[in-house]
């Protein structure tokens, strides 16, 4: 068994419909993370159930935002920021998933958004990936590069808030291409901590926590699993059907 919890977050992105729907889903996850001691569970929900959701359950379950402002405050229509999210107890937020990178957010702002997310005292599940793999070996200086524009201004205490997840572009969602292999995440998993060693040194570097995202499901659990340097999974589609999160809660409680 390994020494720590593994980490299991669902980023439930656009869903679910109702308030309703978001309480009974957070119900559900509490109820695996009692049955299944072994890991670590929280679920990133959108704004609107936020606050509700935190209120009742955040004793029992880690509550994430799915985003925040790059800016502190001010003329910034429709944006949250890291101090709103911060006075309403919640935990975190992720920074920087490819869908808003996708939606225009750029190393750059992403930088700010850690800063915010850091000043305001928030916990950051940092998403970083390649949005092609050729053979031509580019992912590996996209990945450096995000890394390291993302922690450029981060001090070696704050890194404790920071968890960073693996998420291949082109092995996420419906328009995946393929999954990521062992081999593939493997790797990626040791250049992350290489640059991180870099970045904080050893003994800070080895603490950060890296995760990996990107359809996973029941049937690749298992393998998954299998990767040691991976310490836990950020789900997107399977986040939303209890079938299958119970399963990949089962298989994860039990390496
Ligand atoms: P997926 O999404 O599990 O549906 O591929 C993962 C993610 O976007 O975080």
Redesign the pocket.
């Known amino acids: 068994m390994r020494k720590n919890k593994v980490i299991l977050i669902g980023?439930l992105?656009q869903n679910p419909k109702t308030l309703k729907e978001a309480l009974t889903l957070s119900e559900f996850y509490i109820k695996l993370k009692k049955t299944y001691k072994n890991l670590e569970l929280g679920i990133s929900l959108p704004y609107v159930f936020l606050h509700e959701v935190n209120k009742k359950y955040s004793k029992s379950l880690n509550i994430y935002a799915q985003n925040i402002s790059a800016y502190p405050d001010g003329a910034h229509t429709g944006e949250v920021g890291a101090i709103q999210i911060k006075s309403l107890k919640i935990k975190g937020s992720i920074i920087g998933?490819?869908?808003t990178r996708a939606n225009g957010d750029t190393n750059e702002t992403i930088q700010k958004k850690v800063t915010e997310a850091l000043k305001n005292n928030l916990q950051i599940i940092l998403?970083v990936g390649e949005k092609e793999r050729k053979d031509n070996g580019d992912y590996v200086n996209e990945i450096n590069t995000q890394i390291e524009s993302a922690l450029l201004y981060v001090k070696k205490a704050e890194t404790k808030n920071i968890t960073i997840?693996y998420?291949p572009v082109w092995?996420?969602?419906?328009k995946?291409v393929r999954n990521a292999n062992q081999d593939e995440i493997y790797e990626i998993t040791i250049i992350i901590r290489k640059k991180l060693f870099e970045m904080f040194g050893k003994s800070v570097g080895e603490k950060i926590n890296i995760m990996y995202?990107?359809?996973?499901?029941s049937k690749n659990i298992n393998s998954l699993s299998e990767i040691k340097p991976v310490n836990g999974f950020?789900?997107?589609?399977?986040?939303l059907d209890t079938k299958e999160l119970k399963l990949i809660a089962e298989t994860l409680n039990n390496i």
């Open positions: 980023n992105k998933h490819s869908e998403c997840v998420e092995a996420i969602g419906e995946a995202g990107g359809s996973v499901n950020l789900l997107g589609r399977t986040s």
